[in-house]
């Protein structure tokens, strides 16, 4: 794995003692002068950790916006590096606590992964893990099941490669599927349960598969080979 730059690190926690302040400055703001009985410690405490993650969403949005990750091989010592990496971070410290929590209902999981950056059509949920929603793109009436895990990013070794994963409309992943970077899946798609489907594959619409490595199994319309 390439090692994180100190100076991609200290842009990080600058970014991060930013939205701290922010949140608690808004929580001062917004609550300081209420009475809250008993549990004020708490109820502060709580806003604060709500504001702290709204804001690193917005930071975290406007950075993106300033410098976009690209798909391609991230070349060390570059911008792309530099981005590639806050994004990591961003993730290792902050959004992945969140995503794998368990506690967020799907439907505001769905919110949490848009605000994120993800595009996901009308009726598509994810109740898995998707590790870099600005570059996953899902359609219309699809469901990631329990589990299953999306991430466009490649590390082999020394090497960092960004490929976006792009799923159709009306797909169904199946619990603890693993889809990697660059793949693609039409519409009306089944991955099974498990499935481990390999960076780069092409998955045609209307075809179901499956395995470790994933292979297609058949199409809905054949019966199984």
């Known amino acids: 794995m390439r090692t994180i730059k100190g ?7 600058a970014l991060l003692l930013l939205i701290v302040l922010m949140a608690l400055f808004t929580t001062s703001v917004l609550l300081g002068s209420l009475a809250l009985g008993d549990f004020r410690g708490v109820l502060l405490l709580i806003a604060a950790i709500v504001l702290i993650y709204l804001y690193a969403m917005l930071v975290y949005r406007i950075v993106l916006s300033l410098l976009p990750l690209r798909e391609g091989v991230v070349t060390e010592h570059t911008p792309a590096e530099t981005i590639a990496n806050l994004n990591i971070l961003f993730y290792l410290m902050l959004f992945n606590s969140l995503i794998r929590s368990h506690f967020i209902p ?19 949920y994810c109740a898995g893990v998707m590790l870099d929603p600005p570059l996953t793109r899902i359609g219309s009436d699809t469901i990631v099941g329990h589990d299953a895990v999306i991430f466009a990013h490649v590390i082999e070794g020394n090497r960092l490669e960004l490929w976006g994963v792009s799923i159709g409309s009306h797909v169904t992943i199946g619990a603890t599927a693993i889809i990697m970077a660059g793949v693609t899946i039409g519409d009306r798609a089944i991955i099974s349960a498990g499935a481990v489907v390999t960076k780069g594959s092409q998955i045609g619409a209307d075809e179901v598969w499956g395995g470790i490595p994933a292979r297609r199994l058949k199409t809905l319309a054949e019966k199984p080979c």
């Open 106 to 124: 799907v439907p505001l999981l769905r919110l949490i992964y848009l605000a994120l950056g993800a595009k996901l059509g009308s009726n598509t």
């Open 7 to 13: 100076a991609q690190i200290a842009l990080f926690l």
